[in-house]
């Protein structure tokens, strides 16, 4: 198959023939949004969609700085079993007073964008293609870990959960629930309530890996931390278990009712996301809380690895057969990027990159990643902070400056919620290799840990006639430039 979108979509237009003329004219491009729970999925697709609909500067976005673009609109998606992306309710939140963070959504959503543009290559002008309809699908990356579990067996999957919750990190995070684990005994005869005591107990022991102090991201299965319309469903009311003796258990029995529950889950839960939404998308972008992990130190980021080389795989054709099979097409390209990088002053959005990309570059190694283009770009979907400094003893300290959320602490300070603050962030250190082996800056090096403090969003503007101005943002042109370029040719 082609890599050019123009064959590609040729190929589409074959394959769905009724639409074989007006697929032509009017190309769809459907990008997938992802990333683990509060990666920042919803915030981007709003500050995107926001930009693109009231022509934000957009200055490295080629289309838009070379005044092709003339037309940008919501239409109604095309699939109508998936939820709507509620880009109104994220933007009413954003445009409060004071301004909100969109609340949590843990399902798959999607939204379709119309770009009308003017070509500027000879066969799209000779086929009239003046529009390509941007299909957004959002949803957990959380369910991209499952895929994994295709290829194992519920003995295997319960030996691997068994060990990684006795890594040091872990450990005592996991301990009631080993301890329920290790007291029951799996061949006596299944029973719903411990089923559900043990679902249960597995299910917090994820959740507290998840918390800030943690920042863990490996925590299969995605569902229990992301449950959708599933929650408190049969299909997620399993654990991993312990099996004594020769590895055989009776027929009625608690480790059977679990095996039998972890297959369900793959059939019922697992598979159909991967053929129904995976398998259809055109482009990826996996958004990462890179800084959450370096806050959180070295197993948080060894584990963010980890999940970034699972991740890449489920973009690998050939790695799991049952996928391969289904993949029609190839995504031809993913961009990872590092978010909330107002975090930082501009001075560190580079090292902050180069983080991730030494984190991808070795998942990808594992990985085996051929064909995708792969890129890394550190990015705020929106900017809630400004940049300033001070001199002190002839040295330039570059400070940020914005309003903390109500809450937030720095030492013995607690932030209103009002109050406007500049603070130094911290600096990445300039060798990335040796953040990711040490997890964080070295104090005796002269270098600092970074303050992560929660700010506010912004105050979105209105123009002179009342018009809104669009979101700010850093880096949100080059997203657009690396996922659309050659579809807006
Ligand atoms: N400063 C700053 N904070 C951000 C940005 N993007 C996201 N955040 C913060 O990260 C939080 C999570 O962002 P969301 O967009 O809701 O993340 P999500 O991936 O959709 O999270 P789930 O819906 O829980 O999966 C927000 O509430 C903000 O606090 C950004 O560009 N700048
Ligand atoms: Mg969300």
């Not at 590609?8 to 459907?30: E, F, K, Q």
Request: charged share 25%; glycine share 6%.
């Amino acid at each position: 198959m082609s890599d050019t979108p123009l064959l590609a979509n040729l190929w589409h237009s074959v394959r769905d023939a009724g639409d074989y003329v007006a697929d032509l004219r009017h190309p769809t491009i459907r990008l997938g949004v992802t990333g683990l729970a509060r990666s920042g999925k919803t915030v981007f697709i709003t500050s995107l969609i926001h930009n693109l609909l009231h022509g934000g500067r957009l200055p490295f976005f080629d289309a838009m700085a070379e005044g092709r673009i003339n037309r940008v609109y919501l239409e109604p998606q095309p699939n109508d079993e998936i939820p709507r992306f509620d880009y109104d309710r994220h933007l009413d939140e954003l445009s409060g007073t004071p301004p909100v963070w969109p609340s949590n959504t843990e399902r798959i959503r999607q939204l379709r964008v119309t770009i009308e543009f003017e070509s500027n290559t000879v066969l799209r002008k000779a086929l009239g293609q003046d529009r390509l309809h941007l299909d957004i699908i959002d949803y957990p990356g959380e369910w991209l870990l499952d895929l994994p579990l295709l290829n194992m067996s519920f003995e295997e999957w319960s030996a691997q959960a068994f060990s990684m919750s006795a890594m040091p990190e872990r450990l005592s995070l996991a301990a009631d629930w080993r301890a329920m684990v290790m007291a029951l005994d799996p061949l006596a005869p299944q029973s719903e309530k411990n089923a559900e005591k043990l679902a249960q107990l597995f299910r917090s022991y994820l959740l507290s890996c998840r918390d800030d102090a943690h920042a863990l991201s490996m925590l299969p299965p995605g569902r229990f931390l992301m449950p959708g319309e599933l929650a408190g469903s049969p299909a997620l009311t399993f654990s991993p278990l312990q099996l004594p003796g020769n590895g055989r258990a009776p027929k009625n029995s608690l480790w059977q009712m679990m095996a039998r529950r972890f297959e369900s889950y793959k059939t019922h839960v697992v598979k159909p996301f991967f053929k129904e939404h995976f398998t259809k998308l055109d482009r990826q972008i996996v958004l990462v809380d890179t800084l959450s992990a370096l806050n959180a130190g070295p197993g948080a980021l060894n584990d963010l690895e980890n999940t970034l080389t699972a991740i890449l795989q489920c973009y690998r054709p050939g790695q799991n057969s049952w996928l391969s099979g289904l993949l029609g097409k190839r995504i031809d390209r993913i961009l990872f990027a590092a978010t909330k990088a107002d975090h930082l002053h501009q001075s560190s959005h580079e090292r902050l990159r180069h983080v991730l990309k030494t984190l991808t570059e070795r998942a990808s190694e594992r990985a085996d990643l051929a064909g995708a283009r792969v890129e890394v770009m550190a990015i705020a979907s929106i900017r809630s902070t400004s940049e300033t400094h001070i001199t002190q003893g002839g040295e330039t300290l570059p400070l940020i400056k914005g309003i903390p959320l109500k809450g937030e602490t720095l030492g013995d300070r607690v932030f209103d919620g009002v109050e406007e603050i500049a603070i130094f962030p911290g600096d990445l250190p300039e060798n990335p290799d040796k953040t990711l082996l040490e997890g964080r800056a070295s104090p005796e090096n002269g270098e600092e840990d970074i303050r992560f403090i929660r700010f506010r969003p912004p105050r979105l503007e209105t123009g002179f006639d009342g018009t809104p101005m669009a979101l700010p943002h850093i880096h949100l042109d080059h997203v657009l430039n690396f996922l659309l370029v050659d579809y807006l040719e």
